[in-house]
């Protein structure tokens, strides 16, 4: 069975500071990995993903995941946050054809950028 | 884009009471998914469907019902409110077997205050 574990449950940063947001999996087969973001009393919105090909991920406001297999990990960066970046964010991972596609999701971590 | 529509942004409710929330997809997809988010506990899923008329149960189902009588259409019922099921409810939706592909798209969630 598939789990993913997001090592951080808060990370608090100051205004144009750099951040990683971490994210483990486990697996025994190949994976599909998600980050979403959902802002305060929104849904969740899909940040990027990694299907295959380069492992360095770009997605919208900035940031960037790394897929790293031998380290099971995709861990999520921003090299200058802004305050609009405070939101919860979840690491998802799901597997091709498995239980109609369903993903997991880690507990999320709550990033609070700070003036 | 697709949508999804929850009908409801903030709802309060007496304890005992039935509760309906209503979630609304427009791109036909065949699944949809009911989750509820507590702090610290991240998203669990209640229930699920791939088709209508069918349901499948997720994590956490007791104290809930599902009602999928149309494909973009995917009801969750409370059958006797309760203060332990405060919470913020997501509805999420995707295409049958493409998860791993696309991920899910969340609506905007309901926050349920149970009095």
């Known amino acids: 069975a598939q789990s993913v574990t997001q090592l951080d449950s808060q990370v608090p940063v100051f205004e144009e500071a750099p951040v990683e947001l971490r994210c483990n999996y486990s697996?025994?087969?190949?994976?599909?990995l998600f980050w979403y973001v959902q802002y305060p009393n929104q849904g969740l919105q899909l940040l990027l993903k990694?299907?295959?090909?380069?492992?360095l991920v770009k997605g919208i406001n900035g940031f960037e995941a790394e897929f790293n297999k031998s380290q099971t990990s995709f861990h999520l960066r921003k090299p200058s946050v802004h305050i609009s970046d405070t939101a919860e964010y979840f690491c998802?991972?799901?597997?091709?054809?498995?239980?109609?596609?369903?993903?997991?999701f880690g507990k999320g971590t709550k990033l609070s950028v700070k003036p | 884009d697709v949508k999804v529509t929850q009908s409801s942004r903030y709802l309060v409710k007496r304890t005992g009471e039935k509760v309906f929330l209503e979630c609304v997809q427009d791109?036909?997809?065949?699944?949809m998914f009911w989750y509820r988010q507590d702090p610290g506990l991240g998203l669990r899923l209640i229930y699920f469907?791939?088709?209508?008329?069918?349901?499948e149960k997720g994590d956490i189902p007791e104290g809930y019902s599902v009602s999928r009588e149309k494909k973009e259409r995917f009801s969750l019922i409370l059958e006797s409110a309760s203060t332990n099921q405060t919470s913020m409810y997501l509805c999420?939706?995707?295409?049958?077997?493409?998860?791993?592909?696309?991920?899910?798209?969340f609506g905007s969630g309901t926050r349920l205050t149970v009095v």
């Open positions: 999420a939706s995707s295409l049958l077997g493409e998860a791993w592909l696309n991920g899910y798209t």
């Open positions: 697996s025994s087969v190949s994976v599909y």
């Open positions: 990694y299907l295959s090909g380069s492992t």
């Open positions: 998802a991972v799901s597997i091709y054809g498995g239980s109609q596609g369903n993903l997991i």
């Open positions: 791109m036909d997809h065949e699944n």
């Open positions: 469907s791939y088709d209508v008329k069918m349901k």
